[in-house]
């Protein structure tokens, strides 16, 4: 135990010596925060002994964290809030909150105890009226229900948010909630509602100065939002304004700062959510990836070893995000496959963890195999399913059902005789254009008759 004669400093420094094992220096802490603050003490002695017991429960947290012991943490967030209860507190208490829950974000399998941990805080901030900190905790929450794709719970959190945000007319927060929730009506499929929310969003933003890492969200949700409507070289372009923005913050960005180096005025220097600045480059290999996949779907995989050759790219050009779309990109071009599918399975986590690329990498593939299969039956009146199935490496019934699709949307004419086990294609017919022609010849007769009766009618 400590001794009662040492400051909390020198107990600080102690805990903080390469010699002192984790379990000592939680104990040390522990013994900061359970003493008593003296009677009668001077206003800067105070001060004093409130910036040692914050840091104490920073130095805590971030040993809990680093423990990856969730419960632990979760109770020093709790434990925070008891110490900084005075008004002229509220930033204070606001700042360790956020930092303290920061630390979630490296502890796996946590985010059951980091929603309670929310839920539990936005019920204290909401009792305790501290407005911003609830709102700012509120998106948060409605960000991690994003992420485990619960649509639901996170659209009710947002419409929440909407109705008191407007109210105080925060534009700052009013942007990033409208941005969240276009994000989850794109998420459920609704891309209008999703369009919608982003221009509200936009619309809050430009009355303001709008940081750059909020800028380039809006940015990769305006590109996402344009490649679902296929039109990509738009959608290009807005992943490219977020990627030279979030490249050249990687690239020019300071040091990360100490914990508890937040604003003094406990506002929201940085998105609400949790965001913190990219000083890895994440943001800007997102929008990579996503600009390399423009490339891909606008059918100039060419392209792809141009853009990785530009300075900002090079950085990332060797990662193994980069590395899925390269492979992407070749098997497009070479209309292999095989090569597509080998892509598909040796970058698995890279090309299936984010739903867009999977999305618009399915169609891709669907677009790759017919066109495989047009160029394996064209040549051919009659051609056994078998062999075009071996030719495509797919399974039967699967090259069955999408000569099916192709015969029904008319890409070419042929008839499946499922009997003989045959595919029988047919030449591409010029329409027949003497019955249009007919009934347009009758219906100018019909007008000239008509014409003439009338004339006819006035003479009589």
């Not at 485990?148 to 945000?165: F, V």
């Given at each position: 135990m400590a001794s009662a004669s040492q400051t909390p400093a020198d107990l600080l420094a102690l805990a903080s010596a390469p010699g002192t094992t984790p379990q000592k220096a939680e104990q040390i802490y522990q013994d900061i925060l359970s003493r008593p603050t003296p009677p009668n003490i001077t206003p800067e002695a105070h001060a004093q002994v409130l910036r040692e017991q914050e840091a104490a429960l920073l130095q805590l947290g971030g040993l809990y964290r680093d423990q990856q012991n969730a419960e632990g943490l979760a109770k020093v967030i709790t434990l925070s809030r008891g110490f900084f209860m005075s008004s002229t507190a509220k930033a204070k208490t606001a700042k360790l909150i956020r930092t303290l829950l920061n630390h979630f974000g490296t502890i796996p399998n946590s985010t059951e105890t980091q929603i309670?941990?929310?839920?539990?805080?936005?019920?204290?901030?909401?009792?305790?009226?501290?407005?911003?900190?609830?709102?700012?905790?509120?998106?948060?929450?409605?960000?991690?229900?994003?992420?485990?794709?619960?649509?639901?719970?996170?659209?009710?959190?947002?419409?929440?948010?909407?109705?008191?945000?407007?109210?105080?007319?925060?534009?700052?927060?009013?942007?990033?909630?409208?941005?969240?929730?276009?994000?989850?009506?794109?998420?459920?499929?609704?891309?209008?509602?999703?369009?919608?929310?982003?221009?509200?969003?936009?619309?809050?933003?430009?009355?303001?100065?709008?940081?750059?890492?909020?800028?380039?969200?809006?940015?990769?949700?305006?590109?996402?939002?344009?490649?679902?409507?296929?039109?990509y070289k738009t959608a290009y372009s807005y992943f490219f304004e977020a990627f030279e923005a979030q490249a050249s913050a990687a690239s020019f960005a300071p040091p990360a700062r100490k914990e508890g180096a937040e604003g003094a005025d406990g506002a929201v220097p940085t998105p609400v959510t949790g965001e913190q600045i990219d000083t890895e480059g994440k943001g800007a290999l997102e929008a990579l990836k996503y600009m390399l996949l423009c490339k891909v779907m606008l059918n100039l995989p060419e392209d792809v070893h141009t853009l990785l050759s530009i300075k900002l790219a090079l950085k990332y050009a060797q990662l193994r995000d980069v590395e899925s779309m390269r492979a992407i990109a070749r098997a497009?071009?070479?209309?292999?496959?095989?090569?597509?599918?080998?892509?598909?399975?040796?970058?698995?986590?890279?090309?299936?963890?984010?739903?867009?690329?999977?999305?618009?990498?399915?169609?891709?593939?669907?677009?790759?195999?017919?066109?495989?299969?047009?160029?394996?039956?064209?040549?051919?009146?009659?051609?056994?399913?078998?062999?075009?199935?071996?030719?495509?490496?797919?399974?039967?019934?699967?090259?069955?059902?999408?000569?099916?699709?192709?015969?029904?949307?008319?890409?070419?004419?042929?008839?499946?005789?499922?009997?003989?086990?045959?595919?029988?294609?047919?030449?591409?017919?010029?329409?027949?254009?003497?019955?249009a022609t007919a009934i347009d010849t009758l219906q100018q007769v019909g007008k000239v008759v008509e014409s003439l009766y009338a004339k006819t009618v006035k003479i009589g």
């Open positions: 309670r941990v929310l839920e539990d805080n936005i019920a204290w901030a909401k009792k305790e009226k501290r407005i911003f900190l609830k709102h700012s905790l509120e998106t948060r929450l409605a960000s991690i229900h994003l992420d485990l794709h619960h649509y639901r719970p996170a659209l009710a959190i947002i419409e929440g948010l909407l109705t008191e945000l407007k109210r105080l007319d925060d534009k700052l927060i009013l942007t990033e909630v409208h941005l969240l929730e276009s994000k989850v009506y794109r998420g459920v499929g609704n891309v209008t509602k999703a369009k919608a929310a982003l221009t509200s969003s936009r619309t809050s933003a430009a009355s303001i100065y709008t940081p750059p890492p909020l800028q380039s969200a809006l940015d990769i949700q305006s590109g996402i939002l344009h490649a679902e409507e296929k039109d497009h071009q070479d209309r292999n496959l095989a090569d597509f599918e080998k892509a598909l399975r040796d970058y698995k986590d890279e090309l299936s963890s984010d739903p867009t690329i999977r999305s618009h990498l399915a169609a891709l593939y669907d677009t790759l195999l017919e066109q495989n299969l047009l160029r394996i039956v064209e040549p051919y009146s009659v051609v056994e399913l078998e062999y075009v199935s071996e030719c495509v490496g797919q399974g039967r019934q699967a090259v069955e059902a999408k000569l099916s699709q192709m015969i029904l949307d008319k890409v070419f004419h042929g008839v499946l005789d499922q009997g003989r086990g045959c595919l029988l294609v047919f030449d591409d017919t010029e329409a027949d254009t003497t019955y």
